[in-house]
T-cell receptor, first 115, second 114 residues
Framework: KAGVTQTPRYLIKTRGQQVTLSCSPI?????VSWYQQTPGQGLQFLFE???????NKGNFPGRFSGRQFSNSRSEMNVSTLELGDSALYLC??????????????FGEGSWLTVV | GQQVMQIPQYQHVQEGEDFTTYCNSS?????IQWYKQRPGGHPVFLIQ?????EVKKQKRLTFQFGEAKKNSSLHITATQTTDVGTYFC??????????????FGQGTTLQVKP
């Protein structure tokens, strides 16, 4: 079956703009998490959604937001982009929410460059 | 907040040599997971350890979870060039409750010289 699909794969934005990234989880998976990966900070947890509800949120400013739709697809939005937002944004899906110990599967990520 | 420390940050080995990366936490962990990320790729789940003192093997990879559930290690025997990549540990803290908030170590990047 298809893996986690993230779009777009690569994008370049200008400071001050906003961006929306999309994630389609593996069919049947209801939990979607988002992570930011940068060389300096590693993998940082952004937020997790399960059944359209945000379950947990990482330590990121309010410019970072997300949502999940009834079909489990998720989007994350970053407003008023800053240079430091340049990163690989990874989406991960799992069958149930993580506390059940399910394996999570990462998508290939969306490479965002802010200039 | 909860932190998972992973060492070393980088490791260069000659093909055929062994490799070990370590993860340490100051607090007890519910479980620990290991991921591998190839250059330019995305993290791929390798294994999850849940029980105190648990040891699991995948071919040349051996994963251990400490008795106190505060540390873990990944050992690769006789490295091959296909082992190149960054290995991450990721922990689910009891404080996280039933959430997806995995806390990742900084990763160990392995280079293998043929």
């Amino acid at each position: 079956k298809a893996g986690v699909t993230q779009t777009p794969r690569y994008l370049i934005k200008t400071r001050g703009q906003q961006v929306t990234l999309s994630c389609s989880p593996i069919s049947g998976h209801r939990s979607v998490s988002w992570y930011q990966q940068t060389p300096g900070q590693g993998l940082q947890f952004l937020f997790e959604y399960f059944s359209e509800t945000q379950r947990n949120k990482g330590n990121f400013p309010g410019r970072f937001s997300g949502r999940q739709f009834s079909n489990s697809r998720s989007e994350m939005n970053v407003s008023t982009l800053e240079l430091g937002d340049s990163a690989l944004y990874l989406c991960a899906s799992s069958l149930l929410w993580r506390g059940s110990g399910n394996t999570i599967y990462f998508g290939e990520g969306s490479w965002l460059t802010v200039v | 907040g909860q932190q998972v420390m992973q060492i070393p940050q980088y490791q260069h080995v000659q093909e055929g040599e062994d490799f070990t990366t370590y993860c340490n936490s100051s607090t007890t962990l519910s479980n620990i997971q290991w991921y591998k990320q190839r250059p330019g790729g995305h993290p791929v789940f390798l294994i999850q350890l849940v029980k105190s003192g648990e040891v699991k093997k995948q071919k040349r990879l051996t994963f251990q979870f400490g008795e106190a559930k505060k540390n873990s290690s990944l050992h690769i025997t006789a490295t091959q060039t296909t082992d190149v990549g960054t290995y991450f540990c990721a922990a689910l803290s009891p404080l996280s409750g039933n959430t997806g908030k995995l806390i990742f170590g900084q990763g160990t990047t392995l280079q293998v010289k043929p």
